[in-house]
């Protein structure tokens, strides 16, 4: 039971290029987060998403994209990576509201040059 | 604005003794409160949480105390081991609300 993964685990990628990390569940939660932690500031909630099709914006969302077609799969988008969106990206997932216990990925760290 | 804030970035603690990190909220609409506890390279993973018509939760090795009061929960980890070394992160909600919002973390390092 794999549960959470992400893709890919490291990426190095330039400023100005578009960049998607994916996140998967192997269960059908509908609940399912993007964070971002940064030394100094901790987990910040960037999209959050009900349930498919459904999506909506955390603390950090500008300069990322999401989407939802299916369950199982939500992934983040940067449309045109920045130096200041360096950062170690997790995913997580709960099957029932979200201050359910929060399920996490192993996360994707993510170096814009 | 609102925030979970922590006390104290980083505790040294005995191998045996018990750990407390402490944490303070300011959102007094939260009535959800949880601890994840997170190792090094890993993701967060949830070890314990508690309501807010509670003022105490035991679980395997760890106690969570919540006082409304002073808007501060506390995390008491008994007979710390190697294995509990980790950044810890209380985090705040509310059944009205999708998201949680976490603190910024104490790291718990475990003296030999």
């Known amino acids: 039971d794999a549960g959470i993964t992400q893709s890919p685990r490291y990426k190095i990628t330039e400023t100005g290029r578009q960049v998607t990390l994916m996140c998967h569940q192997t269960w059908s939660h509908s609940y399912m987060f993007w964070y971002r932690q940064d030394l100094g500031h901790g987990l910040r909630l960037i999209y959050y998403s009900a349930a498919a099709d459904i999506t909506d914006k955390g603390e950090v969302p500008d300069g990322y994209v999401v989407s939802r077609s299916k369950t199982e799969n939500f992934p983040l988008t940067l449309e045109s990576a920045t130096r200041s969106q360096t950062s170690v990206y997790f995913c997580?997932?709960?099957?029932?509201?979200?201050?359910?216990?929060?399920?996490f990925g192993p996360g994707t760290r993510l170096t814009v040059l | 604005g609102e925030s979970v804030g922590l006390h104290l970035p980083t505790l040294s603690v005995q191998e045996g003794d018990n750990s407390i990190i402490n944490c303070a909220y300011s959102?007094?609409?939260?009535?959800?409160f949880i601890w994840y506890k997170q190792e090094s390279g890993k993701g967060p993973q949830f070890i314990i949480d508690i309501r807010s018509n509670m003022d105490k939760r035991q679980g395997q090795r760890v106690t969570v105390l919540l006082n409304k009061t002073v808007k501060h929960l506390s995390l008491q980890i008994a007979a710390t081991q190697p294995g509990d070394s980790a950044v810890y992160f209380c985090a705040e909600s509310s059944n009205r609300d999708d998201k949680i919002i976490f603190g910024k973390g104490t790291r718990l390092h475990i003296l030999p």
């Open positions: 959102n007094s609409a939260s009535d959800y």
């Open positions: 997580a997932a709960t099957p029932g509201a979200a201050y359910n216990e929060q399920f």
